[in-house]
């Protein structure tokens, strides 16, 4: 397992993060994704920390703050030093019926804080996340609200996930200009099914040096290995749960792709999709999620998984965004002075 720095900070993680929205789930969306009780849980939790996994992510609306929950008492059932582990929590979705239990107001990110540290137990949280841009609240009123939390030792560092380039670049500038704490990253999709990020989010992460980390690798599963052209696994999760959206004629292109180069070095094809995400500069760590320890396991091995610069080539010919406006203006004039 090998450690980044989190953006601009002198906060290391690694490179695979455990996620745990499978924590928890009942009757609703979220038990789509997983219903993983206390002790699956615990299995999942020790076998990541055991493998290096020192980052841990989840939020306060997965299975409804039960997932927080879950992950605090694993933390204690397997006596983790806090040092030992970097805790990851987002807010913004519906925590209530009322209308001002969301959002990233100032209420509701105090309120929500609060209650995230006490379902996990913990007097801090190293990285609390804005989980989408909330349209109805200036960002200059969510950035004071995570500056205060910074401010008062309840949150080490602050990132977003979901935000448009434009709208962190502003959130940025806000930050900046105020001398509030600053944004040290952004939680997005990016898959080798859905490399959209790359139009103009990752070049503004290239910029401003914040750090990327990556939710739904695997595109919802549909990179894991089980899915081609004639329907195999069509009973999987995405048969229930057909998230996130993946043009699948080009993600079967990609599924073609990976397949010899996982036969060639012997491991899984979902390992090729994560070893991929590794090797992209932009990336600090990838979110993986499971339902079994063996799962997660042979996720971890996709750290030993090293792609040459032909694999590299062959994905990238197979995964390739179709050139679009104004991407392939500022390309083709670069050459005036990028010689």
């Known amino acids: 397992m090998r450690y980044r720095r989190l953006g601009p900070s002198g906060l290391f993680v690694s490179e ?4 745990t929205m499978t924590f928890g789930g009942s009757d609703d969306i979220w038990g789509q994704i997983g219903q993983l009780g206390q002790d699956e ?3 999942l939790v020790r076998t990541a920390l055991d493998a290096g996994i020192n980052f841990i992510d989840t939020a306060n609306i997965y299975a ?11 933390l204690r059932n397997l006596g983790v030093r806090r040092e030992d582990v970097v805790i990851a929590t987002k807010v913004l979705g519906p925590m209530g019926a009322g209308v001002n239990a969301r959002g990233a107001s100032r209420v509701h990110i105090l309120d929500q804080c609060k209650a995230s540290l006490e379902r996990l137990q913990l007097d801090h949280i190293d990285l609390y996340q804005i989980h989408g841009f909330d349209a109805e609240t200036p960002i200059v009123e969510t950035l004071e609200a995570l ?25 940025v500038g806000i930050a900046e200009a105020r001398r509030l704490a600053p944004i040290l990253s952004l939680q997005a999709y990016y898959t080798l099914a859905g ?3 790359e139009r103009e989010v990752v070049p503004m992460l290239k910029d401003t040096g914040m750090g990327l980390m990556v939710w739904s690798p695997l595109a919802g599963g549909f990179l894991s290995g089980k899915y081609d052209r004639e329907g195999k696994a069509a009973d999987g999760r995405r048969a229930a749960f057909d998230f996130p959206p993946v043009n699948k004629d080009r993600g079967w292109s990609v599924i073609e792709a990976m397949r010899p180069i996982a036969e060639a070095k012997g491991c899984s094809v979902a390992q090729v999709a994560l070893a991929w995400l590794l090797h992209q500069e932009a990336v600090t760590s990838v979110i993986v999620g499971a339902k079994r320890v063996d799962q997660l396991v042979d996720n971890i091995a996709a750290t030993d998984v090293r792609l040459e610069p032909e694999d590299l080539a062959a994905l990238d010919r197979a995964s390739a965004l179709a050139p679009e406006y104004p991407g392939w203006m500022l390309e083709r004039q670069r050459s005036y002075r990028g010689q």
């Open 16 to 19: 695979l993060c455990l996620g």
């Open 41 to 43: 849980a615990d299995a």
């Open 64 to 74: 409804g703050g039960e997932s927080e929950r879950i992950l605090g008492r694993s």
């Open 147 to 171: 500056d205060t939390l910074v401010s008062h030792g309840h949150v080490r560092y602050i990132g977003l996930s979901n935000w448009a380039a434009w709208q962190v670049m502003k959130a």
């Open 195 to 197: 490399r959209d990020l």
